[in-house]
């Protein structure tokens, strides 16, 4: 009876087994993930197709994609990829021993060679056209370019029949994050509506130069918009519309890091594309093409030429992106926070007296995600791409840095805001530029505090200041006007010891700081003054013999030049 009961509990149990087993295995809509996550599940016959997986990954994985035996290869710490072998449309499950996967399968339709080789060279000349190299170097760049194309072309044509139809099949399949590069996303910077349509590649030499340029425009130009068109095939144009708005600095430049943040991110995709390319046809880092034609067979081949006539295709937008990546890294836009580092804090009564702020811009570094959104979403953009980039420097050269520059600039007076001020017998009279006029009302000593608010190009500073303001000595009115000035020689005295009379000259002193020196012969030299509230003194600059500094309180004390000594009498 034991035994019995021992055996009908066997077959049960192995029966229940065999059936969740069964169940595993056949039923088609049961899908385990675990740890992976598929990038897209909808794909394209000879589409390659990334997994991203949080644990850790052998070099390869054997797999089924339905009734095909496939490969998946390690790209990255996280990232498995294999390509879609050729089967029908339809819902094929992908199965291996960390997941199985449910993919919806669309045949690439097939191209005809002819057909094909007039596509590619037709989009691939258009955009060499648009370089318009106009120095050597730019030139040697455009041939290079030709040289490695026609290196490309070589390796397809000795290729088979078959051979070219599974590249054109594996071009076709994935050309589209490619062109999303080369076509959708990628914008030059602004250009004024002189310029030529085609831009010129700019050098890291003349990227201070380019951007002053645009800089003008975007202050003096109504066609803020880019106009740059690329011809894709015969019927198609794309015409890429900078749509940044002009108001200022920050709102422009901020749209465009946007701008060429989407384009590194398209960018670093056709990179890494391309690198799963290579990887699946069994290189692990980038070699030419020649020879690669001489290590690789069949499939693989296939594989490998197609990822060449793609990214050969995007190199002239590679340029054109990394033109516009120099310019914008030369750029000082960026208000900094150095402004209020040493500001003036006395303030003599009723006296213009400049704040000592020192405004500046200087361009973005790595430090800057705060700055906007586009400034964080361009930063982690080129991290993103950097890695892709440095893998392949043999053909995009150099990835252009962050160049920590600083430009000064000015403040107009409705830059800056003076409000709350602490004290209520000190009274705020306005400014001109960053000149500001404090009055105390006591007549006496005063000491305040005060909020100011510096607005520029979009940029805003606030900070709370301290101030005294003091009793004005002496007005500095009373100087402008016409001086004589005596002249008498020191070095060859009157015979009691007195100052030798020489000659007699005019100052004149104007508002705003200029000054005129009139000769007694009549010649004339125009130079400025200076004037210092806090000793009531003035100096000028008009003689080239001697700089005087002349005391308000006693101008017609002698000031030595040397031999020469000068009294200065107001008229």
């Not at 062109?179 to 310029?195: D, M, N, V, Y």
Request: hydrophobic share 35%; aromatic share 10%.
């Amino acid at each position: 009876m034991k035994r019995l009961t021992l055996l009908i509990f066997l077959l049960l149990t192995g029966a229940l087994s065999n059936s969740c087993k069964d169940k595993y295995d056949q039923d088609p809509d049961n899908e385990y993930l675990g740890n992976v996550l598929p990038e897209k599940t909808n794909v394209k016959t000879y589409e390659i197709v990334n997994l991203i997986v949080h644990e850790n990954l052998a070099d390869k994985y054997q797999a089924t994609f339905g009734s095909s035996s496939i490969e998946l290869i390690k790209t990255s710490d996280t990232t498995l990829t294999f390509y879609v072998p050729n089967i029908s449309n339809g819902s094929v499950l992908l199965k291996f021993e960390l997941a199985t996967i449910r993919y919806n399968v669309t045949e690439t339709a097939e191209i005809k060679v002819d057909q094909f080789i007039t596509d590619i060279t037709y989009n691939f000349d258009t955009q060499i056209e648009s370089l318009n190299p106009s120095t050597t170097d730019e030139a040697e760049e455009v041939n290079r370019l030709r040289k490695d194309r026609q290196e490309v072309i070589q390796l397809f044509n000795s290729l088979t029949d078959d051979e070219k139809r599974q590249t054109i099949l594996f071009y076709e399949a994935n050309k589209e994050v490619f062109q999303s590069f080369a076509t959708t996303r990628f914008t030059a910077l602004a250009r004024p509506a002189h310029r030529p349509l085609t831009p010129r590649i700019i050098q890291a030499s003349d990227a201070n130069q380019h951007m002053q340029e645009l800089n003008n425009v975007f202050h003096s130009s109504n066609d803020y918009t880019n106009d740059l068109q690329i011809k894709l095939k015969t019927t198609t144009v794309m015409s890429s519309r900078s749509n940044c708005p002009k108001t200022n600095f920050k709102s422009y430049y901020g749209c465009t890091a946007e701008t060429l943040g989407h384009a590194a991110v398209d960018l670093k995709n056709a990179s890494k594309e391309f690198l799963g390319m290579l990887a699946l046809a069994g290189i692990s880092a980038y070699l030419a093409p020649a020879s690669f034609g001489l290590s690789a067979i069949g499939t693989t081949l296939a594989l490998g030429t197609a990822g060449y006539l793609l990214l050969t295709e995007i190199r002239p937008a590679a340029i054109h992106f990394k033109n516009a990546l120099i310019s914008f890294l030369h750029a000082n836009w960026i208000f900094t926070k150095s402004l209020f580092i040493v500001t003036a804090e006395i303030f003599h009564d009723q006296i213009s007296t400049s704040l000592n702020l020192k405004p500046s811009f200087r361009s973005i570094t790595t430090n800057d995600s705060d700055i906007n959104a586009g400034s964080g979403y361009f930063i982690n953009a080129m991290n993103s791409l950097s890695e892709y980039w440095n893998k392949l420097k043999t053909l995009f050269g150099d990835l252009p840095t962050y160049k920590n520059t600083e430009t000064p600039t000015t403040l107009a007076t409705n830059e800056i805001k003076i409000s709350n001020i602490s004290n209520a017998n000190v009274q705020y009279l306005g400014n001109t530029g960053q000149s500001v006029k404090f009055k105390s009302l006591s007549g006496n000593e005063e000491n305040f505090s005060y909020n100011i608010t510096v607005s520029k190009e979009g940029f805003v500073e606030e900070k709370t200041l301290t101030g005294k303001v003091v009793p004005k000595r002496c007005d500095p009115n009373s100087i402008i006007g016409t001086w004589k000035v005596e002249l008498y020689n020191t070095c060859y005295p009157n015979p009691d010891g007195t100052p030798a009379y020489s000659n007699t000259n005019t100052l004149i002193l104007l508002e705003g700081g200029q000054s005129i020196w009139r000769y007694y012969d009549g010649s004339e030299y125009r130079g400025s003054y200076t004037y210092n509230p806090s000793n009531c003194t003035f100096s000028y600059n008009n003689v080239s013999w001697c700089s005087p500094t002349v005391s308000t309180e006693n101008p017609s004390s002698l000031y030595s030049c040397g031999c020469l000594s000068m009294k200065h009498i107001k008229q």
